[in-house]
């Protein structure tokens, strides 16, 4: 299948590289190219890379990393109609949030701004070090990974997506919801950045150690 990434920050990077690795046809977007094309060839496995505009273009599947919706970045984002767009992500976590802010949900906000296309909220749960296993040993693990969306159909192509990476697609029901996991994943993230245990996942099982896989975690702009 075709995939590709809006974003190659660390969450795009392993999970890309894990599909790449799988033999998917794997394409990472970036501000640049120069910086797409050099993360795609630490990862291999036929990877590529390019603009954010040519990531939005080429996948069947398009998992978006950036913390703002795509008409900010993308020159176009018709290309982007009838496309499944995972959505991965979590909103910066300030200290002294209220409340009411916690309501909306970014998945939905993408939703609006590209209403063509079929937002589904998934992955946004677990840091990239849970993900560094092999699928076999994720399987094992029972790591689960929680999704929400309106299109059934979307909903289930990224859960056969999720299941070859090993994990269990848990269905949260339409895209209104993705608010409650991006929620979680603050409290998740909370327990993370507390204990500096970052392989916990949204039941609080472990994901299994593993060595990384497609390069640590690193800070920066992508």
Known sequence: MKLSFLGAGNMSRVIAGSFAELGHDVFLGS???EKSNAIAKAIGFNARGGTNDDAAAFGEVVF??????????LSDVSVLNGKIIVDLNNRDFPRDFHGEEMLASLAVAVQRDVPGAKVVKALNNQAMEALFPKPADLRRAGIQSFIAGDHSEAKATVSELLVSLGLTPIDFGPLK???????????????MFATGNFLATPA?????EA????GERCKGEY
């Open 31 to 33: 501000r640049t190219a």
């Open 64 to 73: 978006h990393s950036v913390r703002t919706v795509p008409s900010t970045f």
């Open 177 to 191: 919801y993705a608010w409650l996991l991006e929620a979680q994943a603050d409290i998740l993230r909370t327990y």
């Open 204 to 208: 609080f099982l472990l994901s299994p």
């Open 211 to 214: 060595p990384a896989r497609f």
